[in-house]
């Protein structure tokens, strides 16, 4: 029996390759009754053209993927909460250009960038509302930066 191991895991590989390197010595009278077996270790990484067309079959694709499933959504989450706040920078740059003119919007779009919390640009687009000028509106924008520096942010 010949047992392969498809490692496609964002770390090296680095786990024992023989079931020998896995049990403790045993002293030579007993070393006949170890068992015995090698596997081989294929990393799809390191052979570019290659194609293994009957991964749905084999049980280690699913150990693989669900080594990384955590890591994707992670990453997945992180990349759609910035996603999300570049659209709200552009939106409120936008909507900023449209009621307070353009040199107001150039001003604005700067200070936008340097915002992360969904919550201060939530913050900004009620006060482009509410604001008589665009003057006002900057304003609040430096009332955002000092209430982050002093830890007075929304949560």
């Known amino acids: 029996m010949l047992l392969i191991v498809l ?22 009278v007993l070393s006949e009754y170890r068992p015995q077996q090698v596997y081989r270790v294929f990393l799809p990484k390191r052979l570019p053209g290659v194609k293994f067309e009957s991964l749905a079959d084999l049980h280690e694709v699913h150990d693989m993927l669900s080594n990384r499933v955590e890591s994707w959504t992670e990453q997945w989450k992180r990349e759609g909460l910035e996603q999300g706040r570049q659209e709200t920078r552009y939106l409120l740059a936008r909507q900023a250009r449209h009621r307070f003119g353009p040199a107001v919007a150039a001003q604005a779009e700067p200070l936008l960038t340097a915002i992360a919390n969904p919550l201060q640009l939530a913050d900004l687009g009620d006060a482009l509302l509410s604001c008589a000028d665009g003057t006002a509106w900057l304003h609040v924008f430096h009332q955002e930066r000092s209430a982050s520096t002093t830890g007075n942010e929304h949560p």
């Open 7 to 28: 490692y496609n895991g964002a770390d090296p590989w680095n786990a024992a390759r023989t079931l020998d390197d896995l049990i403790e010595p045993v002293p030579p």
